[in-house]
Nanobody
């Protein structure tokens, strides 16, 4: 099984920067992608960014050019560098690890880390 823990959330002023961290543990050899999602109360969880094991990334349109996903010292750690933060970026941010074993795919979610933006 894979477990995921996020950290780094907090309060940031609009226009400021914040870096979130995500660490996967357990049987991580199956993880081939990690992604960030976010959710505000009353809304569905939305995709923010994805980091594949080959280093390729993808981003949701509203964060492209401001947020950057990167791998840490090991493939089990991922960062989300948030620059030029906007009030609409305030949300609980979740990390997901995508595990693939043969034809079976499973997803592990963390508990989330809160990002608050003050204007």
């Amino acid at each position: 099984q894979v477990q995921v823990v996020e950290s780094g959330g907090g309060s940031v002023q609009a226009g400021g920067s914040l870096r979130l961290s995500c660490t996967a543990s357990g049987t991580t050899s199956c993880v081939h992608a990690m992604s960030w999602w976010r959710q505000v109360p009353g809304k569905a969880r939305e995709f923010v960014s994805n980091l594949n094991s080959d280093g390729s990334t993808s981003y949701e349109d509203s964060v492209r050019g401001r947020f950057t996903s990167s791998q840490g010292d090991t493939k089990d750690t991922m960062y989300l560098q948030m620059n030029g933060v906007k009030p609409e970026d305030a949300a609980v941010y979740y990390c997901q690890a995508l595990c693939r074993r043969g034809s079976a795919t499973s997803r592990a979610w963390g508990q989330g880390t809160q990002v608050t933006v003050s204007s």
